[in-house]
């Protein structure tokens, strides 16, 4: 499935799987195959360096669904969002991520104008702020 990205929680995972390898002294190679890859090489890298992740958006909560939802093209529906933003994790609070699904799955089934039409609906349905 390309539509994909990583969680950070996954690429510890494969860090665990390569590192066996690396222990034997074999030269590792990972790629990836989806639309995050770029994103997704690079957070792995700076975890392999620094052993700390880049946040895959730039706020918590709201509006970490906001920096996403922002870059969809609309009027949309909710399965359509679900389909095309809904497999990227956003940051819930500091240190803790959840796919856009989650979010998006209690949206009442309408189409949405904008991005702020679909942060409304949010707001009243999971009670974010």
Same mark, same amino acid.
């Given at each position: 499935?390309?539509?994909?990205?990583?969680?950070?929680?996954?690429?510890?995972? /494969?860090?665990? /799987?390569? !590192? @066996?390898?690396?222990?034997?002294?074999?030269?590792?190679?990972?790629?990836?195959?989806?639309?995050?890859? /770029?994103?997704?090489?690079?957070?792995?890298?700076?975890?392999?360096?620094?052993?700390?992740?880049?946040?895959?958006?730039?706020?918590?909560?709201?509006?970490?669904?906001?920096?996403?939802?922002?870059?969809?093209?609309?009027?949309?529906?909710?399965?359509?969002?679900?389909?095309?933003?809904?497999?990227? @994790?956003? %940051?819930? %609070?500091?240190?803790?991520? !959840?796919?856009?699904?989650?979010?998006?799955?209690?949206?009442?089934?309408?189409?949405?104008?904008? !991005?702020?039409? /679909?942060?409304?609906?949010?707001?009243?349905?999971?009670?974010?702020?």
């Amino acid at each position: 499935m390309y539509y994909y990205q990583y969680s950070d929680i996954e690429l510890q995972r /494969l860090k665990e /799987l390569i !590192a @066996p390898y690396e222990k034997e002294g074999k030269e590792v190679y990972v790629l990836f195959n989806n639309l995050s890859m /770029l994103e997704d090489g690079v957070r792995f890298m700076e975890y392999l360096v620094k052993r700390t992740f880049p946040k895959v958006t730039c706020s918590t909560g709201l509006a970490s669904i906001k920096e996403v939802i922002e870059k969809t093209r609309y009027p949309t529906s909710k399965s359509v969002l679900i389909k095309k933003v809904g497999w990227r @994790p956003m %940051e819930v %609070e500091e240190g803790k991520q !959840a796919r856009l699904s989650t979010f998006l799955d209690d949206l009442p089934c309408k189409s949405y104008k904008n !991005a702020d039409d /679909l942060l409304k609906d949010l707001k009243s349905v999971k009670h974010l702020d």
